[in-house]
Structures are given as structure tokens and as C-alpha cells.
């Protein structure tokens, strides 16, 4: 099956900076926007920033010009670098993903559905 793979996350001082990395792996047709969320403690998940298959990009507007989202498309893969980080950017980090994937199928035609993926999430935390 299509799976979303994150790394990255770990301890950070506030001002330093972090990297994560999302793989997709599985039968991809086609991977379309990819983004990442995140959920603090006791706090509803939110868009973090996303990037369109043709590097359009869109942030929230508390990480812009800290956090940058880029994706290597020949390796299945977003990226988030986080910089000058705050302790409010304490968080799970998820990696989603608009995903068509090919399906086994009857007759001559290509199949495929379309997936909307979320990886496992990887902790950040930035302390004071």
C-alpha cells in the first residue's frame, strides 16, 4: 500500500533549526500536493505549509519566512526546513499526501484511485 514515511524530528533550542523529511513509497501513479500539518498539545491540527507537483507553494501565515517546504519529485519526497524556531512551534509534524495510486483491475486500462495519505508524524520540540 501507499505509505508516508516522516524524520526529523528531535529536540531544538529556540532560534536553531530542524529538518524533516517525508518518503512516499507504494504503487504512486502520481503524487499530486504534499503538505505538512501539525497538532500541538490540546490544539487542533493545522496546515503548516504545501507544495503543488509544479512547486507552487503556501504557508500559514506564523511560519513564513522561517519554515521552508520543498519536494524532490524523482525521489517521492517533501521536505520541511524550520528555522529561527519558537517554542510555539512545539508540535507532532504530519506529512500529507494527494496520492493516486494504481490498482490490480480487470481489462486492458490503467486503474487508479485517488488517496489523501497521512504519514505517523514525528515530535518536534523547542525548548526555551
Known amino acids: 500500500q501507499v505509505q508516508l514515511v516522516e524524520s526529523g524530528g528531535g529536540l531544538v533550542q529556540a532560534g536553531g533549526s530542524l529538518n524533516l523529511s517525508c518518503v512516499a513509497s507504494g504503487p504512486i501513479f502520481n503524487i499530486h500536493t504534499m503538505a505538512w500539518y501539525r497538532q500541538a498539545p490540546e490544539k487542533q491540527r493545522e496546515l503548516v505549509a504545501s507544495i503543488t507537483a509544479n512547486g507552487i507553494t503556501d504557508y500559514t501565515d506564523s511560519v513564513k519566512g522561517r519554515l521552508t517546504i520543498s519536494r524532490d519529485n524523482a525521489e517521492n519526497t517533501v521536505y520541511l526546513r524550520m528555522d529561527s524556531l519558537k517554542p510555539e512551534d512545539t508540535a507532532v509534524y504530519y506529512c500529507?499526501?494527494?496520492?493516486?495510486?494504481?490498482?490490480?483491475?480487470?481489462?486492458?486500462?490503467?486503474?487508479?484511485?485517488?488517496?489523501?495519505?497521512w504519514g505517523q508524524g514525528t515530535l518536534v520540540t523547542v525548548s526555551s
Open positions: 500529507n499526501a494527494d496520492i493516486s495510486e494504481t490498482i490490480a483491475s480487470d481489462g486492458d486500462s490503467l486503474h487508479f484511485r485517488n488517496l489523501n495519505v
